[in-house]
């Protein structure tokens, strides 16, 4: 089975700062990979995914992240955050051996302080 | 589409009250599942299902059932509710096998258990 790793729990930011938040998961072989969000009281959206092709991927609303395969990892970036970016942000890893079964971080809260 | 829908949104039970958590998508997804979110824990599997009359556990399925009589319903029981179940509980779906997409959440149901 996979297992998804978000090393930071909380990440707190400036406004117009850069972010990125972690995630690392432990086989990268038939994965797809996905970063949701979640704001406050509310279900869980996906922000991103990561199918194939173009290892860099991007959401419209100013977000990346890349695959690295060597490093089984797919960080999330953002240039400049907004305060509207305050939210919980969970990693998963969807693997094709087990039926497309996704596997979740524990999540990262991002907190934009102004 | 509806997407993903779950009833209620927010329910209050006594100890060793029973209750079905209701979750419906109208997608044709073959993968549904169950989770729980707990602060600082992320989200936890308690069941899923690869298509009609197949469940199987998760992570974490002691003191809920759940059965699978067609694609689009999935509900969940709760036998006998104890404080330890009071969790924000959401359900979600995607497609298994050849086709590839993320998985679909609905806005989830906040059951606290006195």
């Known amino acids: 089975a996979q297992s998804v790793t978000q090393l930071d729990s909380q990440v707190p930011v400036f406004e117009e700062a850069p972010v990125e938040l972690r995630c690392n998961y432990s086989?990268?072989?038939?994965?797809?990979l996905f970063w949701y969000v979640q704001y406050p009281n509310q279900g869980l959206q996906l922000l991103l995914k990561y199918l194939s092709g173009s290892t860099l991927v991007e959401s419209i609303n100013g977000f990346e992240a890349e695959f690295n395969k060597s490093q089984t990892s797919f960080h999330l970036r953002k240039p400049s955050v907004h305060i509207s970016d305050t939210a919980e942000y969970f990693c998963a890893v969807s693997d094709r051996g087990t039926g497309n079964q996704f596997y979740f971080g524990t999540g990262t809260s991002l907190t934009v302080i102004p | 589409n509806a997407g993903v829908t779950q009833t209620p949104k927010f329910q209050v039970l006594k100890t060793g009250q029973s209750m079905t958590l209701q979750c419906a998508q109208d997608?044709?997804?073959?993968?549904m599942s169950w989770y729980r979110q707990d602060p600082g824990m992320g989200l936890r599997l308690i069941h899923y299902?690869?298509?009609?009359?197949?469940?199987d556990q998760g992570e974490v399925p002691n003191g809920y059932n759940v059965s699978r009589s067609t694609t689009e319903d999935f509900p969940l029981r709760l036998l006998s509710a104890a404080p330890s179940q009071t969790s924000v509980y959401f359900c979600?779906?995607?497609?298994?096998?050849?086709?590839?997409?993320?998985?679909?959440f609905g806005q989830g149901t906040r059951l606290t258990v006195v």
């Open positions: 299902s690869v298509g009609a009359g197949i469940t």
């Open positions: 997608m044709n997804h073959e993968y």
């Open positions: 979600a779906s995607h497609h298994s096998g050849g086709v590839i997409t993320e998985a679909f």
């Open positions: 086989s990268s072989v038939s994965v797809y």
